[in-house]
């Protein structure tokens, strides 16, 4: 009897053991790795940035890709509610984090894409050519899609209202289903939105997203994801969002009226 108990012992000893040893190894290798987790995470941004202003070549190396965007993009924070500049490092800037502190965000009144909290400042992306004259402005969007929050970034050209790409990427893990949600990284659909224009002649948002052809044939109009009803009503929530008075709207205001000279 003696010897079963002292053979448990034992046996819940090593089971102890091994689980405290392969505790400590993952939280070591999940610090060690972290730094080029980040890293990659970082430079993944940043390709997707390069793709949606058209400066991304599909055989970039890594230096290639950082050497590109550092000598074209220029990341600048911008106050939502007054549509100006704001202070702060904007490479280092994290808007999701801002965003869960109450101290450095908003619950929108009007949450149609489903963000929750916005942060105060956002990050848009200045986008210049070799001599350094402005090319493409990027938004970044985001918003609620089949099942889960889709990310973009949405480059217009100079004039701020010709859409030169909207180029969803899974950074931050969207979840859409292959063949459904999924579908807005078709580089087909993502072609559909060269061209467009975002306001009409009086000046309001009139970027659709629509099953009429009669609609998505217009310049202000692009076809909607077939079969994927919801994902294509979540593009449409997550643009008519962040351009609009709780987004980025101001911002645009002011820099279509010189704020960007």
Known sequence: MASNKDSFGRTL????????????FVSTAAVLLKPTQQENKLLDKQKYILEAAGLMDENFTKSEILKTYGKHVEAK?????????????????????????????????????SVKRVANKGVIYLVRDDAGKLQTVIIP????????????????????????????????????????????????????????????????????????????????????????TLTSNGVQHSLDFWLGDEGFARFLEKARNGGLS
């Not at 911008?78 to 908003?106: H, Y």
């Not at 918003?143 to 010709?162: I, K, P, R």
Request: hydrophobic share 40%.
């Open 13 to 24: 000893f090593v089971v102890v053991g091994l689980c405290f040893i392969c505790s400590v």
């Open 77 to 113: 924070l911008v106050d939502l509610k007054s549509g100006d500049w704001a202070e702060g490092d904007a490479d280092t800037f994290n808007t999701e984090k801002a965003a869960r502190t109450p101290a450095t965000s908003f619950k929108p009144q009007n949450d149609i894409a």
């Open 141 to 228: 969007v985001k918003g609620y899609g089949l099942w889960s929050t889709m990310y973009a970034f949405l480059a217009v050209e100079a004039d701020l209202n010709t859409i030169r790409s909207l180029v969803y990427y899974d950074f931050s893990g969207s979840g859409e289903t292959p063949g459904l949600g999924g579908e807005v990284q078709n580089p087909q659909w993502i072609a559909k939105w060269e061209g467009k224009k975002l306001y009409d002649e009086q000046g309001n948002l009139a970027i659709k997203v629509t099953k009429n052809p009669a609609i998505a044939e217009s310049q202000h109009g692009v076809d909607a994801l077939s079969g994927a």
